[in-house]
């Protein structure tokens, strides 16, 4: 007799939601609570939204027996992380009425807004839809926003790229009109299911899906962490076509073994003109082989791993009709942001700012939501941002660029990237007070830890010399902090994982050092191996490769060894 097979709860869900509607409208419009029910709140992440309350008042709440002081999250779709002044002044204006006052910038190239409650949903999202921004996929069991290299250097190149970024992002999105019927009150009009969600069918993916394209050298869009990359490679100042990588992905559960981070592996070479084509078909491998019984099997990652990355490779082959070329040279060599200005072939000018956690908001100190936003009054190019959660402003002219850097100079933001390279190349999620999962603070603990671990840097002369240092409230690993060379991640409130031996340009996975540090004793942890690099290091040698050289880390050679030879905790 052939055993049952038990579908994780989000499946029916899914299948029954008559393609993402549920009782969202319904909910949304109910003005007794600020709340929604939970089949509900799974299918608003499809809309770009996920029901959040404040952390850092629930216990008050609770003792005068009020509900959680609950909002949403929302989260744009904007592939490659590129958005025009108007849309970043519209942002700007939502952020004021309808959220907590603060933009901020994910590790995926796009604003969150955060503290949206229930009766602004609808208000922020039609003043989206008036600068064409949308939410539509932006969380969910579907193609995330798309991200791209946001390196400057490259603008001929950077927007072939980025153009790929948007076909890929455009021919994914799903096709049913639940978010403009529940948000921009479009008629329902009815269509026949195959037309509804020709990609996606009724169970749409088992599990998020993640793409990005990087332009080596450099990989800050971290292609390692990613589903899958196309990777551009470079002739003449042409793209000729991408390396494809499938099967990178951070999230693990504390205690798990089988449940760990991976790094993505490569598996062939294709020409632009297929780029899109084998985004799709990646993609369907997925929806057609991915685990939809235990959602935390369900990532490609583990799909990847089960069939190996030759075994994918060979049912790509089957979806695609042909066979993929094989891989050509690349080289990255940094997974961070390039900061201050740089100019273009044609003469235009690029600024990368350093934005603290990519918190724009406005302190006595730093004032920076206002000094963007008073940029972007004027403001004839573009704005970037990175997935290390930083804010290029880009494509200024000679004659616009004194004006600009006065109103940066005025609002004290001229010089932010004036930092140590550590901060520099820092990554904190946004843990509390927001997300529901975090065990520990990132966002607004990191800043002080580096001002201590700077102390350390300083005194030993590695002011200028980048190391990457990334900190996620739990082990989800938004922040991607398994590829950092120092990560930490949370275990308990004011405690951490510290992981060490990540490869500083994204590619190597790093290894627990220390189980539940407690956050004041960080600093006495790392300030003897911090010295030790300093005086031992080999010429060029960088932080992550010392500290296996010197034994205090075996390396992580594989996703499925990154729990292997942990020697002391
Ligand atoms: Fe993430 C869930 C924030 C990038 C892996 N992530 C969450 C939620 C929505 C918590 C929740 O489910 O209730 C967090 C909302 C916190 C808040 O209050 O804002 C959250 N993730 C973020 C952001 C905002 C972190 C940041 O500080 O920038 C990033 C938004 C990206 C975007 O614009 O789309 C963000 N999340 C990532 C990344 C990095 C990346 O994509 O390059 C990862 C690791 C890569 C990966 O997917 O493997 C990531 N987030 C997760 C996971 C673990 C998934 C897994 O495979 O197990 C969760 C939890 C889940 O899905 O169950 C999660
Ligand atoms: Fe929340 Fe954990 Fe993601 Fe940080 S890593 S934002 S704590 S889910």
């Known amino acids: 007799m052939s055993k049952e097979i038990k579908l994780s709860a989000n499946e029916p869900l899914k299948i029954n939601s008559d393609y993402l509607r549920g009782t969202l409208a319904e909910e949304i419009a109910d003005t007794s609570t600020g709340s929604i029910a939970a089949d509900s709140q799974q299918l608003s992440k499809f809309h770009g939204m996920y029901l959040q309350d404040d952390r850092d008042v629930r216990k008050e709440r609770r003792q ?56 602004n949903l609808k208000s922020s999202i039609q003043a989206m839809d008036k600068v064409l921004l949308d939410c539509i996929a932006a969380c969910g069991d579907v193609n995330r926003n798309v991200i791209c290299n946001a390196n400057p250097h490259l603008s001929d190149v950077h927007s072939e790229a980025v153009e790929l970024s948007r076909n890929i992002s455009e021919h994914l999105l ?18 026949s299911e195959e037309e509804i969600e ?29 589903c899958l990359s196309f990777i551009a490679i470079v002739e003449a100042e042409k793209i000729v076509g991408y390396n494809v990588t499938v099967g990178g992905g951070m999230g693990m559960t504390h205690g798990k073994e089988n449940t760990f981070p991976r790094t993505a592996d490569l598996i062939g070479f294709v020409t632009p003109d297929k780029a899109v084509d084998v985004a799709e078909k ?62 273009d072939d044609k003469g235009n000018h690029h600024l990368t700012l350093f934005v603290p956690g990519g918190r724009v908001c406005d302190t006595p100190s730093s004032p920076m939501k206002s000094g963007i936003a008073a940029v972007a009054k004027i403001h004839k190019g573009e704005f970037r941002m990175t997935a290390n959660q930083n804010l290029v402003i880009a494509n200024i002219s000679d004659e616009q660029r004194p004006e600009i850097e006065a109103i940066l100079k005025e609002y004290k933001i001229l010089n932010s990237h004036e930092r140590s390279a550590l901060r520099l190349n820092s ?56 590829l950092a060379e120092i990560g930490f991640v949370g275990r308990a409130p004011g405690k951490y994982n510290v992981y060490l031996g990540g ?17 004041g004793d960080i600093k006495e942890l790392l300030s003897p191996i911090i010295r030790a690099y300093a005086k031992e290091r080999n010429e060029g040698e960088r932080f992550g490769d010392f500290v296996i050289r010197n034994g205090y880390v075996k390396e992580t050679t594989a996703g499925n060894n990154f729990h292997a030879n942990v020697e002391q905790v």
């Open 198 to 226: 020709p990609l996606y069918g009724k169970t749409y993916l088992p599990r998020k899906f993640k793409i990005n394209v990087a332009i080596p050298p450099g990989n800050d869009t971290d292609i390692y962490a990613q």
């Open 64 to 119: 005068k027996k009020l509900e959680k002081a609950f909002s949403f999250l929302i989260r744009v779709r904007l592939p490659a992380g590129v958005a025009s002044p108007q849309q970043w002044l519209a942002m700007d204006r939502i952020a004021d009425e309808y959220a907590n006052g603060t933009l901020k910038i994910t590790t995926r190239q796009t604003w969150q807004l955060h503290g949206v409650i229930k009766n």
């Open 427 to 482: 990554i904190a999620c946004v843990a509390l007070p927001t997300c529901g999962l975090a065990l520990a603070e990132a966002e607004r603990y990191l800043p002080d830890l580096i001002t201590e671990l700077e102390e350390v840097v300083e005194e030993a002369g590695l002011k200028h010399d980048a190391i990457t240092i990334r900190m996620t409230g739990c082990p989800n690993g938004c922040g991607r902090p398994f």
């Open 282 to 343: 990646v993609m369907l491998v997925q929806r057609d082989f991915g685990d939809r019984t235990d959602r935390k099997q369900s990532r490609l990652k583990y799909t990847v791993e089960r069939m190996t990355a030759g075994g994918f490779r060979d049912k790509l082959e089957q979806y695609l009709g042909y066979q993929l070329e094989p891989a050509r040279d690349f080289t990255f060599e940094y997974n961070g942001d390039r900061f201050g200005w740089v100019q």
């Open 503 to 519: 490869g500083f340009h994204g590619q190597r996975l790093n290894k627990l050092y220390r189980q539940s540090v407690l956050a």
């Open 174 to 191: 799903p096709q049913s009109r639940a978010y403009h019927e529940i948000f921009l009150d479009e008629e329902k009009v009815i269509s």
